[in-house]
């Protein structure tokens, strides 16, 4: 079997099936994101949620 390194866009898309939301700069929004969130700047809005549907460190789920 020959075993090939992995594309340098690999690690990329990892990050991509982690998280729901990836901003590389200022988010404005009055949405929510049921999941993880990596925002690089600002964060502005009324009224926001981010990451409602994640479990808690118990494993529950938030309401």
Known sequence: MLLLPLPAYAGAIDILKEYNLIVFDDLTTTSEVEGKTIVYGNINGTAS??????PTASGLKMH
């Open 49 to 54: 949620n981010y990451g409602i549907q994640l």
